[in-house]
């Protein structure tokens, strides 16, 4: 049941700052050199703080009564500044905010779960001060839901944060995400916040790591989450408030503008504020206190050489100064170093020229070497790029493409075209490294996007084989598999031309962070299975052809920037004859993925990347890596612990908890039995890549889950809560089980023999 705390701290005039460094002139350690700081007789310092107009300190020193100050040097020593009559110290003030004191709302919970409460509502009442959007609304808590509500303009806003997490395993250091510790930010504006507590079960359940929750306003980069340390101190709110500030944007008017602007004065200009009110600064060339009657200054520039450079005579103007060029020089800006140039004398005119043609001819001299030079050096490249296009097989595929009825769809690239893609092949270039080769992000001269791959050193007896296969992978042509634009022989590794893809990975999706990308949902990962599963079905029985992809995994499958998907790296890949089922090869694949009988035999077919297919849906189904070494010995390995919990009949305690808000029984369970039958232990209990598509395509008509809408009241919200609490696929908490399922995968881009297992 959801509980509501709202407890009343204290009403304030101002915000709260911690000791920071000033980021303005107004209130400083040190203002020398600014004669204008306040009103004749009124002082100007307050312990090491100078106080700067239209603050003041007593009666008649100040703009109005929002900036009254008071300095207390009865109770401090050095004294300290406060806000008004002195309910809250000062710590900075700057020509546009100022910090003051925290204040950290709580709740704590005994063993029984009766709470010991203490929130409250900050409130702005002058319309000239607004809580800045650099603050951060944050909540630390494992069983917690706070509201923030408030005033804008005198329109309700509400927001919220949830904090929840079970065991320690679970919490971050130093990441306020929404496990242990939630941020979320304020609108421009806001004067007035309010804070209500709500837990789902009095914190009875995590206790030992949570018995208090906090809630309070900050500035954005003052406060790092101290992991199960600050949900373990229950006194959090006065080890944090002196050092966690809260920031308020200040503006004089009111909520008035420039067109009504009488605090500015002379040569200063106004800016009006968007969320009311205006500020006055000093126009450029001037410096000083713009509120003041003496208004700003006009600086001499000419006194500072350093930011007022002159290279001639300077003589200042009102708001800027001019430089014009010395004695025997001439010139039309002296401002730069090189805008005055020397006048030289008739006598030396005939020393200049004989200069300048000695110069000229010692370096025409050097342009002709330099040029014989490179003339040498083009010619053994070419010889060498001749080299290298012969071993590659280049002459070969030159007789194919020759041959009647030959395709044109392989597109022979010089070396000259691909160096200037992709600058040299250069280190900032590279988008993807893999067991068989390095991939760079290349721009072709007619401005199209490529990945080029260079391959790593291949058996030169193969060549014909390669030219065959690469003649057959440039003639598939599906909207789900990555094209092969041609290839590159004049390197001494040949290198492939394939399409770009400019979306990532699918590994990359579902393991950069938790529950997967926003875009990740039941519906999508369902679609991306099913796009994929055609692609291999059509590799394995429609390309002119049979392809055995070899290493079928999650990062080898890309997605565009419409989220399609996209089969690639075919650098393992295997044609198999039409009159073969099988190949012997040697070993290669990715930890995690391979399929054992392939592993025992060294027997290839198409049922291989059937089971790895499985790998690939068991990850989506649950969001966990195939292999992670911060599992259990049990949860290591993803294919046996999916296949052993399916026959245990706890698949719900597996899946990724955000599905089972998303996606139907019927379909994640359907789903499940797929990827079951795709990890197979014997290759011929498993189905075909034509199956598996067609199943999968026919539950893409299943309806989305009704558990997705959801619901706006309060009431209806604490009836889905409970719903989930009650019901059998929610017995595990809605988080990931640890830490380690998005811990970085070694292995993501691997290949076997990283664990001594032969290719």
């Not at 305690?653 to 795709?678: N, S």
Request: glycine content about 8%; charged content about 20%.
């Amino acid at each position: 049941m959801l509980l509501l705390f709202t407890l009343v701290l204290f009403t304030f005039d101002f915000t709260i700052s911690m000791p920071l460094l000033p980021e303005g002139n107004f209130v400083s350690a040190d203002l020398t050199g600014i004669s204008n700081i306040a009103k004749p007789g009124c002082q100007t310092k307050c312990g090491n703080l100078t106080v700067k107009y239209p603050f003041g300190i007593g009666e008649g020193c100040y703009l109005d009564d929002g900036f009254e100050l008071t300095c207390n040097s009865t109770h401090y020593d050095p004294p300290k500044l406060f806000i008004g009559s002195g309910s809250i110290a000062i710590h900075n003030i700057s020509d546009s905010e100022m910090r003051i004191f925290n204040t950290i709302a709580y709740a704590c919970y005994d063993e029984a779960g009766v709470p010991d409460i203490s929130d409250g509502w900050i409130q702005l009442k002058e319309s000239y001060r607004t809580f800045s959007q650099k603050n951060k609304f944050t909540v630390i808590g494992c069983d917690d839901f706070v509201l923030m509500n408030g005033k804008l303009n005198e329109i309700d806003f509400v927001s919220g944060c949830l904090g929840l997490c079970s065991i320690e395993s679970v919490v971050p250091n130093g990441n306020c995400s929404g496990i242990g510790c939630c941020q979320a930010s304020i609108p421009k504006g806001l004067r007035y916040i309010n804070s209500s507590f709500k837990t789902f079960g009095n914190h009875t359940s995590v206790m030992s790591l949570n018995p208090c929750s906090f809630a309070f306003l900050a500035e954005e980069g003052s406060f790092d989450f101290g992991g199960v340390n600050d949900l373990k101190d229950r006194k959090f709110n006065t080890r944090t408030n002196p050092i966690v500030p809260i920031v308020v944007d200040w503006v004089v008017g009111g909520e008035g503008s420039c067109s009504q602007a009488t605090a500015c004065k002379g040569n200063s200009s106004c800016n009006d504020v968007d969320t009311g009110g205006y500020r006055c600064s000093c126009k450029e060339g001037y410096e000083g206190n713009p509120y003041l009657d003496q208004g700003c200054q006009d600086i001499n520039e000419c006194e500072d050489k350093t930011n007022f450079p002159c290279y001639g005579f300077c003589t200042n103007t009102p708001g800027s100064y001019n430089c014009t060029c010395l004695h025997g020089y001439e010139g039309t800006d002296g401002k730069r170093a090189d805008g005055c140039r020397h006048v030289a004398k008739d006598s030396k005119f005939s020393e200049v020229v004989i200069s300048l043609v000695l110069v000229f001819g010692f370096l025409a001299i050097l342009s002709g070497i330099t040029g014989i030079c490179f003339g040498i050096r083009k010619r053994k490249l070419n010889k060498l790029r001749e080299k290298f296009f012969e071993k590659n097989g280049g002459e070969f595929l030159k007789q194919k493409l020759k041959a009647p009825g030959a395709s044109d769809a392989v597109t022979m690239f010089s070396s000259e075209q691909l160096r200037k893609a992709t600058d040299n092949y250069s280190e900032e270039q590279i988008i993807g490294r893999g067991g068989s080769g390095i991939v760079y992000k290349g721009i072709l001269l007619d401005k199209r996007v490529v990945a080029i791959k260079k391959s790593k050193l291949v058996d030169g007896t193969q060549a014909e084989q390669f030219i065959n296969e690469v003649l057959i992978l440039t003639q598939i042509i599906h909207r789900n598999v990555v094209k092969l634009l041609g290839c590159c022989l004049e390197e001494e590794v040949p290198v492939l031309v394939y399409e770009f893809i400019s979306n990532n990975t699918l590994f990359y999706h579902i393991h950069n962070r938790l529950g997967g990308m926003s875009w990740l949902s039941w519906e999508n990962r369902l679609r991306v299975a099913t796009e994929a599963a055609t692609a291999f079905a059509y590799l394995h029985s429609q390309a002119a052809m049979p392809i055995i992809h070899r290493d079928v995994k999650s990062a080898n499958i890309l997605l565009d920037e419409n989220y399609t998907t996209k089969v690639s790296d075919f650098g393992a890949s295997r044609l198999v004859p039409l009159d073969h089922d099988q190949v012997t090869t040697l070993i290669q694949g990715t930890l995690g993925y391979l399929d054992p009988e392939y592993y025992h035999t060294s027997q290839l077919t198409d049922k291989s990347d059937v089971y790895s297919f499985g790998v690939v849906v068991a990850e989506l189904l649950t969001g966990r890596k195939p292999i992670c070494a911060g599992r259990t010995n049990e949860e290591k390995n993803l294919a046996t612990y999916f296949v052993k919990s399916m026959n245990e009949n706890r698949l719900f305690q597996i899946v990724e908890p955000r599905l089972l808000h998303e996606g139907t029984i019927e379909q994640l369970k359907a789903v499940a039995e797929i990827a079951k039958k795709c990890l197979n232990l014997l290759g011929e209990n498993r189905p075909t890549m034509t199956q598996v598509a067609m199943e999968l395509e026919g539950l893409r008509k299943f309806s989305t889950h009704p558990w997705v809408q959801r619901q706006e009241t309060r009431d209806e919200t604490k009836s889905l809560i409970l719903e989930v609490e009650q019901s059998d696929l929610y017995g595990v908490p809605l988080i990931p089980n640890s830490t380690n399922e998005w811990e970085s995968y070694s292995g993501s881009t691997g290949i076997v023999d990283q664990e001594n297992i032969p290719r």
